[in-house]
């Protein structure tokens, strides 16, 4: 199954393994990555872009007459196909920050609860991505959530050669197996997206995303030291939500 995913991409047979890798790691479908050391973070990006293509079939099904059930079900289709993944990681991450010392917020982040502030957070990202995608003019929508979803999930692949982190858990253990390389394909892949996207708004939406992103990372850097599976996570999240904000607002 994974070489049939590869080649109707428009994959070369030899970058498979990256494509199942990253396929195993931001999706629930039925991947197994190429090798337990192999992050895939070199596709992240196409990976991504696929998922923002997956997430539109809502919006090509129903039409411009409904313009905000599509939104909900484009959101919703996206968090279903990515197990909710990352929108776990802004709860937890958002309740940390919300936390008085260290101590409090890596209990709060351990927490399979989500507490009030990381429900809050995710109540408005969740309702930014809707409304955002329902001001989107009709013809956009599916360039927005191609190219919101290509570099959002390129934000980790980029950041994690240079993120500092713990000794242990996934995030250490993706930011310490995600080489250069990796960050460069993923920010060239994501760019290339929004640069071959018809119009100026996927290019804003691009750069936005990449920002919103990358500073979510050095604030959390910032406070806490390092970075965890949460941090990205979120960071993913808002580089997402920021993408399509950019493009509904763009003139």
């Known amino acids: 199954m994974h070489d049939w995913i590869a080649s109707s991409l428009g994959v070369p047979r030899q970058a498979g393994p990256e494509v199942r890798s990253a396929l195993s790691l931001l999706t629930r479908l039925p991947v197994r990555a190429a090798a337990s050391s192999r992050t895939g973070s070199a596709a992240f990006a196409l990976i991504g872009g696929g998922l923002g293509l997956s997430s539109a079939i809502p919006v090509l099904a129903l039409g411009d007459d409904r313009r905000l059930l599509s939104a909900v079900l484009a959101v919703g289709l996206l968090a279903l196909v990515t197990g909710a993944l990352h929108l776990d990681g802004l709860a937890d991450t958002a309740d940390a920050l919300a936390a008085p010392d260290p101590g409090e917020a890596e209990r709060a982040r351990r927490d399979p609860a ?138």
């Open 114 to 251: 989500v507490g009030a502030v990381g429900a809050v957070a995710l109540t408005l990202v969740l309702a930014l991505d809707v409304a955002a995608l329902a001001a989107v003019p009709a013809w956009e929508v599916v360039p927005a959530l191609v190219v919101a979803g290509s570099v959002s999930r390129a934000v980790p692949a980029i950041a994690a050669p240079w993120a500092p982190h713990g000794a242990g858990g996934f995030g250490a253990w993706f930011a310490a197996a995600s080489g250069r390389g990796g960050a460069a394909v993923a920010v060239l892949t994501s760019l290339a997206v929004a640069l071959l996207l018809p119009g100026g708004g996927p290019k804003l939406g691009w750069l936005v995303g990449l920002t919103g992103g990358l500073v979510l990372l050095g604030v959390l850097v910032r406070r806490f030291g390092t970075v965890n599976g949460d941090s990205f996570g979120a960071a993913v999240e808002v580089a997402f939500a920021a993408s399509l904000v950019a493009l509904a607002v763009a003139p």
